[in-house]
Every structure is written in C-alpha cells, then in structure tokens.
C-alpha cells in the first residue's frame, strides 16, 4: 500500500503543478496584429477605357472598399453593386477629359482619388470608405 501510495501522490503533483502551470503560470498567445485593411474590397467587373486631354487615353480598374459588401450572387461570382451604374457613371465622368499626368503622377493620382471617393459619397448611398485604382494605363 505504502508502494502504490509513493507512486500516486509524486504523479499526481506533477498533473497538478502541471494544470496550475499551463492555466496560470504560462505565457499567453500574442493577440494579433490589427488589419491593415479594414472593410470589404469590392473589384469592380470591367476596367474604364476614358478620353484624356490632348488626344491620349487610359484604361484604369477601381477597387472599391467598404465597410460591408454585398453578397455574391454565386459562388465564385464578385457581389454586383445595387448602385453599380451610378458608380461607373460617376467614375467615368470624373476621369473623362483630365489630363495624362494626372494619372500617371503619384501626388496627382492621390488627389483624383481623393476627388472620386468625394464624388461617390456624394452620388451614391453605397458604403464606400476608400477608391483604390488597381491598374493603369496611360497612351
């Protein structure tokens, strides 16, 4: 009995010292870091083909972020905007007619982003937090 007692109660300690351990003493996961990016990035389907000043123009495709994107009619299928026709109607006539380098330049293509996501807020009652112009393209 004195054997079988010797055995348990070191075996026992260790589960116990070993529990107190893993739930009290032991170091918590990191949480993990904030997203970078917080909100819905909605690809719109085709790209823009716009007229330019001075006989030039661009092809540029738009991203839009939002605080919550509309479902996906299928799957695999990008969600289609309520307001997708105004949006690209907004897009195109704020791109229609300005000048190549302002997109091409970084600080100018910032502002026109600025002035597009002025635009959509204005026009439109879809959600959109930021424009993002993934591609392009200037000739």
Same mark, same amino acid.
């Given at each position: 009995m004195k054997k079988k007692l010797i055995i348990v109660v070191p075996v026992v300690?260790?589960? @116990?010292?070993?529990? @107190?351990?893993k739930l009290v003493l032991a170091p918590k996961p990191a949480p993990p870091p904030p997203a970078k990016v917080e909100g819905d990035l909605v690809p719109l389907a085709t790209e823009f083909v716009v007229n330019l000043s001075g006989g030039h123009y661009g092809k540029v495709s738009v991203a839009l972020l939002m605080t919550t994107a509309p479902p996906a009619p299928a799957e695999g299928t990008p969600p289609t905007l309520e307001q997708n026709a105004v949006i690209r109607a907004t897009i195109t006539d704020e791109l229609t007619g300005i000048g190549m380098n302002e997109l091409?330049?970084?600080?100018?293509?910032?502002?026109? @982003?600025a002035r597009l996501e002025k635009a959509l807020k204005q026009r439109t009652d879809e959600p959109i937090e930021h424009v993002l112009l993934t591609d392009v393209a200037v000739q």
């Open positions: 300690l260790l589960a @116990v010292l070993g529990a @107190v351990y091409i330049e970084r600080k100018s293509r910032h502002e026109l @982003v």
